[in-house]
Each structure stands twice: as C-alpha cells, then as structure tokens.
C-alpha cells in the first residue's frame, strides 16, 4: 500500500457517492449513524433492491460504497480505526480490540432481499457496539 492517505480518501470518495445518490430517499443518511443504517436497511429492503438491480452495478458500485459507508459509521460513531489491505475487501476496521470487515458485510448483504435481513446493517453496527472499549 503505497499511499493510505489516498486510499482513505477513495474510501470517502466511494461512502459521498453513495450519500449522493441516496439522500433524497434516505435524508438521514446524511448523519451517519445507526438510525440511517437502519433507514438503509428498510429502504434496500423495500426496494428489493439485490434482485431489481443489475448485479455487476451492485458488485461494482452499490456494494463497495456501501462498506465504505459502512466503515465510516464504524469510525465516526464508535471510535473505530481503518486497517487497510491490499484488497479493499479486506480492509477492516478496528473496534476496542477486535477487527470488523465492512466491505465483505456489504457484499453479503447486497447477494438477495434474504440477505438484507440475514446481514442487515443495523444488526452489524449493534454488534460491534458491543465491543466498543
């Protein structure tokens, strides 16, 4: 990894975008915090978004955005570090003593309208909460 800096910033870039194109459906988005994971979930869900969407855009897009995003709130709300990788999937944050995996949680949770619920959001901010020191 030659330049974090760089690689944080295209992580801002990535979680911006996706406040972009979701803050007229979503408001609280904007605010980064549990209740907008919330919102999310209820609006992916509503939209059965994994299964009306193309696929390469949600793996290409949708899902990456999202853990950036994803990772954001993790930092912003609960302390928490970014560790980055080589491969952004595996880029993680890290919590008290433990260490989370944005970007691999929102690609599960983008596979089917299933996996909103199984993977939700909120369900993975309330769990690293728990750890938070």
């Known amino acids: ?4 800096e760089r690689v944080l910033e295209s992580y801002g870039d ?12 979503v408001p ?5 915090t549990a209740e907008s994971l919330t919102d999310l979930d209820f609006f992916f869900w509503k939209e059965d978004f994994p299964e009306r969407y193309d696929r390469q855009l949600i793996d290409g897009h949708t899902a990456p955005a999202l853990g950036a995003y994803l990772g954001d709130v993790l930092v ?6 970014w560790v980055l990788r080589q491969k952004m999937e595996e880029s993680q944050v890290r919590v008290g003593k433990r260490v989370w995996l944005p970007f691999l949680r ?25 750890y938070r020191p």
């Open 1 to 4: 990894m030659t330049n974090p």
């Open 14 to 25: 990535l979680s911006e975008g996706l406040v972009a194109a979701l803050h007229t459906k």
């Open 28 to 32: 609280s988005i904007m605010d980064e």
């Open 106 to 130: 929102a690609r599960r949770y983008m596979q089917s309208c299933q996996s909103l619920l199984d993977y939700s959001l909120t369900q993975f901010f309330h769990a690293v909460e728990r």
């Open 76 to 81: 912003r709300r609960l302390g928490g570090m």
